[in-house]
């Protein structure tokens, strides 16, 4: 079976751009969560999505925004990018009830 | 505030010998702990979770120790091998209401096993 998967892998954008980040989960795994790593630090959570809808949100500002798919599929929207929003992006996807999430590759997001 | 720490940045160990990595959390409403390995511009990679209600948990050479009175918990790699050099994350889920799943991540350790 295929694991998480994200696009696109890398992006370069400027400050004030707007982007958007897209995860397909694992097949099976209907709840998607969206998750910053900047370099030296953990992955910080940003969104849950379940089932087409916002189960957590983590501590980030209005310009970051979220949503999933009938398919489960899920994208994640930034605007206005400032230059801390530079980072790895990770998507990770979970069954029903389970704790475990699995990470895909992350999208590198990079803003000049 | 940093919820769960990784107090060691790296770790150096020989291969075959033992690596012992740690992580101290504060928050008693963490009822899940995982680590997960990350090697560079890959995700992380799932290791070995376990839960607030045992103290210890297997799986091959991985084996996570949790001692919920001092908020500590250890993963042992017995033997290491050169293919174990990544970085550790630790990583908490606090019990939530509505069902969130939001992990809370250490900052991580650097393992370097060397032949």
């Known amino acids: 079976d295929a694991g998480v998967t994200q696009s696109p892998t890398h992006l370069i954008k400027t400050r004030g751009q707007h982007v958007t980040l897209r995860c397909s989960p694992i097949?099976?795994?209907?709840?998607v969560s969206w998750y910053q790593q900047v370099l030296g630090q953990g992955p910080q959570f940003i969104f849950q999505?379940?089932?087409?809808?916002?189960?957590g949100r983590g501590n980030f500002p209005d310009r970051f925004s979220a949503r999933q798919f009938p398919n489960y599929s899920s994208e994640l929207n930034v605007n206005a990018l400032l230059l801390g929003d530079s980072a790895l992006y990770l998507c990770?996807?979970?069954?029903?009830?389970?704790?475990?999430?699995?990470f895909g590759p992350g999208t590198r997001l990079t803003v000049l | 505030d940093q919820q769960v720490k990784q107090n060691s940045p790296s770790l150096s160990v020989q291969e075959g010998r033992i690596s012992i990595l740690n992580c101290d959390y504060t928050?008693?409403?963490?009822?899940?702990f995982l680590w997960y390995k990350k090697y560079p511009a890959e995700g992380p990679t799932f290791l070995i979770s376990?839960?607030?209600?045992?103290d210890k948990n297997e799986d091959g050479r991985f084996t996570v120790f949790l001692n919920k009175s001092a908020k500590h918990l250890s993963l042992h790699i017995v033997p290491s091998q050169p293919g174990d050099s990544a970085v550790y994350f630790c990583?908490?889920?606090?019990?939530?209401?509505?069902?969130?799943?939001?992990?809370?991540f250490g900052k991580g350790t650097k393992l370097t096993v060397n032949p």
């Open positions: 097949s099976g795994h209907k709840s």
């Open positions: 990770a996807s979970s069954q029903p009830g389970v704790d475990t999430q699995y």
């Open positions: 999505y379940y089932e087409k809808e916002e189960r």
């Open positions: 990583a908490a889920n606090p019990i939530t209401q509505g069902g969130s799943e939001k992990l809370v």
């Open positions: 928050n008693s409403m963490f009822d899940y």
């Open positions: 376990i839960s607030s209600i045992k």
